[in-house]
């Protein structure tokens, strides 16, 4: 089966810097530069700069072509595959989501315009590259200009660097978001209620942000909206509470790092943002059924049982 077979990148691989996780780079795909199916645990921005090619993405393929911009979020399965004669050139942006702090988002009030980050990177697989991101002309130029802009701040490293690729990142976020928006995406159909894009705001968010320390009143602050009113319209469009919904993320991802590496299991709960591992092991039993260490076990002994019979 073709999960079994997946490798797993992590953030060390990529990112040195513990005060900018933050990396990129130009690459070039092609019959004698392929890649394998893998995941990683960090945010993967892709701008398709030249060419054509199948994209690989949890199981199904996908054209891509020149102009393509796309995410891909921790966990999820990739890979690119090129015909005799074709290659593609891609710039990809990688970085965890506390590159852009809440403060800076707070600060600046710009979660409202953050779409392309928050929204459209959690749509279903199918509608995600479907409707993905295609430009071309000046706005093609302008977001090639931008990258380029942050390699160079990237490789030189000068003083303030760190600072400036926050800002740069941001930039190009709320930039693709207004790309997004007058592509008239599905988000911003009249169809759609707007309260649905604002719980699809805010579920992104905490999907970007679950390994901190998440309180209503500072999601109030954010997206600007009352303690009672968050509260009453999560649960009426998504069948949860904020902090349900929060403690579902967490181990979810919980359940991903469990099986990626061999980390500690009170690592991994301050990973997701768990101060207390007994807390978190007690949450882990109530929603898994059984403890992270007996999860791990089973799931890697169904693995290896699965390996054997493929």
Not at 50 to 72: K, N, S, W
Not at 96 to 106: A, D, G, K, T, Y
Not at 245 to 262: N, P, S, T, V
Request: charged share 25%; hydrophobic share 35%.
């Amino acid at each position: 089966m073709w999960q079994t077979m997946v490798s797993q990148l992590r953030k060390s691989q990529f990112m040195q810097d513990s005060n900018c996780p933050f990396s990129i780079g130009t690459y070039v795909h092609d019959r004698d530069h392929r890649t394998t199916e893998h995941s990683h645990d960090f945010v993967e921005l892709v701008f398709l700069v030249d060419g054509q090619a199948e994209h690989l993405f949890e199981g199904q393929g996908y054209t891509i072509r020149a102009g393509d911009v796309f995410i891909i979020n921790p966990g999820e399965v990739h890979a690119y595959q090129t015909k005799p004669g074709e290659r593609i050139e891609i710039i990809n942006c990688l970085f965890m989501p506390e590159l852009i702090s809440e403060v800076m988002l707070r600060e600046l009030g710009v979660c409202r315009s953050m779409d392309y980050f928050y929204v459209y990177p959690f749509l279903d697989a199918s509608e995600r590259f479907h409707h993905r991101l295609n430009l071309a002309g000046g706005k093609a130029e302008e977001v090639y200009a931008l990258l380029k802009a942050m390699m160079v701040e990237w490789e030189q490293r000068r003083p303030g660097y760190t600072t400036i690729i926050r800002l740069q990142l941001l930039q190009l976020l709320i930039m693709l978001s207004r790309f997004y928006a007058e592509g008239a995406s599905l988000a911003y159909k009249p169809a759609v209620k707007e309260r649905t894009v604002l719980i699809r705001r805010i579920n992104g968010f905490l999907e970007r942000h679950f390994d901190q320390k998440l309180a209503v009143p500072d999601l109030c602050t954010f997206f600007n909206i009352s303690s009672r009113q968050l509260n009453r319209i999560f649960k009426q469009e998504t069948g949860q509470t904020v902090t349900e919904r929060i403690h579902q993320i967490r181990i979810e991802r919980a359940k991903q790092y469990l099986l990626d590496g061999d980390d500690k299991v009170i690592d991994i709960a301050n990973r997701v943002g768990y101060e207390d591992p007994s807390f978190f092991s007690q949450l882990f039993r109530r929603k898994v059924g059984c403890s992270p260490g007996q999860y791990r076990e089973s799931s890697l002994q169904i693995q290896s049982q699965t390996e054997v019979i493929s």
